[in-house]
Structure formats: C-alpha cells, structure tokens
C-alpha cells in the first residue's frame, strides 16, 4: 500500500459516520509548512484516489502557515470553530495546536512520537480523539533496525 493511499485511508475512516452522511464532510488540513509539502499533496491525492473530491463530496479546508509557526494556533482556533468533521495535523507543532483547540473534534495526525509529546496513550490504543501515524518514534525503531540489518546482510541464500 502506497503511503497516500494509507493517510487518505486513515482519514476517511476517521470521519464520523454523521459527517458522512452529510452531502460533504469537512475536513480541515492542518499544517507548519506549505501546502505543497510531499505529504499534503499525498493526503489530497490519496483522497481524490479514494472517491473524495474537494468540491464535490468533501470539503477541503486548507490552513498552511507556510513556516510562519506563530499562525498554527489561530488557524487551529479557525478550524475548531468551524466545527469541521475532522482535522488532519501535519507534524508535531501542528499536533499539539489542535490538541489544545479540540477534545470532541477527531484528529488524525503524523508525528514523529506521538506517545512523548503526549497525544496518544499508546499507538496500539490511542484512546481520546487523536489517532496518527508515528513517522519517527521509539515505538517502531526496533522493528526499522531489524529492517536494516536484514537489508545489509544481504538476500538469504537459497537451498
């Protein structure tokens, strides 16, 4: 599964079921950089892959800070009162803004440890009303080691 197809995924299926049974659910896109970051087109394109098309059956509500950090907080202020379906963080600083301005509202976020900063219990339960992709944390790093070294020593011999 490619990873644009996973985030849209993990988003679609956060969207409460009242959000989809409205004509268009909206969503907020959340993010400290530009919107055209690798991982807000994947996002967008996972989604129009997916069936959703901003303006059609979903309602896109981008906020990009476009590095001006000091903005994240008034755009998750925007957001929260707009009452949007779901709000999808884009890094950790975009993470913790939402998680102050919301505790009804899901958020699907990636992070790079989501567990220390605090936004999650646990990966395997989340618990509250985030949910994301670790893209970084400790709770993975071991797995990704195993990866390396599997990937260093070479293909296994065949018999």
Not at 57 to 79: K, M, W, Y
Request: aromatic letters at 4%; zero cysteines.
């Amino acid at each position: 599964m490619r990873r644009r197809e996973f985030i849209a995924g993990l988003g679609a299926t956060a969207l409460p079921l009242t959000a989809r049974a409205q004509s268009k659910p909206r969503v907020g896109l959340l993010t400290v950089g530009a919107v055209t970051s690798q991982l807000d087109q994947a996002m967008i394109e996972g989604l129009r892959d997916a069936g959703y098309i901003d303006g059609r059956n979903i309602s896109l509500e981008i906020r990009a800070a476009a590095g001006q950090s000091d903005r994240v907080s008034a755009f998750t202020a925007e957001l929260a009162a707009a009452k949007v379906d779901l709000i999808v963080s884009a890094g950790s600083q975009a993470t913790t803004a939402a998680q102050r301005a919301t505790s009804t509202i899901p958020i699907v976020f990636t992070s790079t440890n989501p567990v220390g900063l605090g936004f999650v219990a646990s990966l395997a339960r989340p618990g509250g009303n985030l949910t994301g992709v670790s893209l970084l944390g400790p709770e993975v790093s071991g797995k990704r080691l195993r990866r390396a070294a599997d990937s260093a020593s070479g293909p296994t011999p065949t018999r």
